[in-house]
């Protein structure tokens, strides 16, 4: 199994970028999430989703980042607007085979490589 990250890049503060994750290898991934990661900062859940489309946010994103998947499509997504400068982070993807509605990070089994968004100010 295998997940591909894409989408990130370099924007200004008050722009938007939409990260796309694309799974291979498989068809039943149950939960899925994007985290963040910046060096120096632990590892944060920015939003997660169910199989069935139930979403969480963490409260540095609400109202600003919204988490979507097709599940025909294999595919998470992650739409966020009205960047800031403290977004700037190394964004990853997850999924588990087996958790619809992971807790923490241990509960994915499946991440993506990568994708780094720049928010200048």
């Known amino acids: 199994v295998q997940l591909q990250a894409s989408g990130g890049g370099l924007v200004q503060a008050g722009g938007s970028l939409r990260l796309s994750c694309r799974a291979s290898?498989?068809?039943?991934?149950?939960?899925m999430a994007w985290y963040r990661h910046t060096p120096g900062k632990q590892r944060e859940r920015v939003a997660a989703i169910t199989r069935g489309g139930n979403t969480i946010y963490a409260d540095s994103v609400k109202g600003r980042f919204t988490i979507s998947r097709d599940n025909a499509k294999n595919t998470l997504y992650l739409q966020m607007d009205n960047l800031k400068p403290e977004d700037t982070s190394v964004y990853y993807c997850?999924?588990?085979?087996?958790?619809?509605?992971?807790?923490?990070?241990?509960?994915?089994?499946?991440w993506g490589q990568g994708t780094q968004v720049t928010v200048s100010s």
């Open positions: 997850s999924g588990s085979s087996w958790s619809t509605s992971p807790r923490d990070a241990l509960e994915y089994d499946y």
């Open positions: 290898g498989t068809t039943s991934i149950q939960g």
